[in-house]
């Protein structure tokens, strides 16, 4: 399959679950992805994956809280690739703690900074080039939480993710007129290392029940693939047992 052939994609939390399987799925639809994320070693093995397969990988280790290491990233992925034709803003974190009452303004920041300032900066950075040559997708994936808020994904997570849902429509206001688009990606409870966050992690035979990384990754796949006239601004994607 080459669907995205000729195509130039950057992914945010390429070093594991949903953005590690949609890294390794564009490649195999044809893209050289940019991988984004803190941690080397495991972008390291995405890398592997995608070069097994004989694709093309580059590899831009950042600390995404960090808006130089964000421009860092970006302008290492143009030299490289050229353009960028597809922004998957995947990269989110969580606490421990959920209550308001629980959640301390560090922690209330921090998950700003990863979950949505980061994909501003992304897209602020990006969006121009798309702009210019009347063509793009920005692919924001977010969370369930982005649609109906709720406790257990706690205060701060659940505002980060509907503020991801601003962002999206302010993004095609903003850029459909020029030929570029943005989805917002809503994936329920996923098979996902942030599930190691929770008060109590959810055993190894529910996680099976959970969306996995792979079904993910095929919804942003045919999010990027659809012709340049067809924009998904919204899908929502849910397991059908949990």
């Given at each position: ?26 490649a195999a639809a ?79 920041r921090q998950l ?18 798309m702009v210019s ?110």
């Amino acid at each position: 399959m080459s669907t995205l052939q000729g195509k130039s994609a950057l992914v945010t939390g390429a070093s594991s679950g949903f953005g590690q399987a949609i890294a390794v799925t564009f490649a195999a639809a044809g893209a050289q992805v940019a991988l984004v994320g803190r941690d080397d070693a495991r972008l390291q093995a995405t890398a592997v994956q995608i070069i097994a397969q004989g694709g093309r990988a580059l590899i831009c280790a950042a600390d995404i809280a960090d808006e130089a290491q964000i421009q860092a990233a970006v302008e290492k992925a143009q030299v490289a690739f050229g353009p960028i034709d597809i922004l998957v803003n995947n990269a989110g974190m969580n606490v421990t703690q959920r209550s308001i009452a629980d959640t301390s303004v560090e922690q209330w920041r921090q998950l700003m900074d990863v979950n949505l300032t980061a994909a501003f900066i992304f897209t602020k950075l990006v969006l121009p080039g798309m702009v210019s040559r009347a063509a793009g997708t920005i692919i924001n994936v977010a969370s369930g939480a982005a649609l109906h808020p709720h406790l257990a994904g706690g205060v701060a997570y659940s505002t980060s993710k509907m503020g991801m849902d601003s962002l999206t429509q302010v993004t095609n206001e903003e850029a459909n007129p020029h030929n570029v688009r943005a989805c917002l990606l809503c994936p329920g409870v996923g098979n996902t290392p942030l599930l190691d966050r929770r008060p109590k992690p959810p055993p190894q035979e529910l996680r099976q029940k959970m969306l996995q990384p792979q079904d993910v990754a095929d919804v942003a796949l045919l999010v990027a693939s659809m012709p340049p006239h067809v924009n998904i601004d919204l899908i929502s994607v849910r397991p059908t047992h949990v």
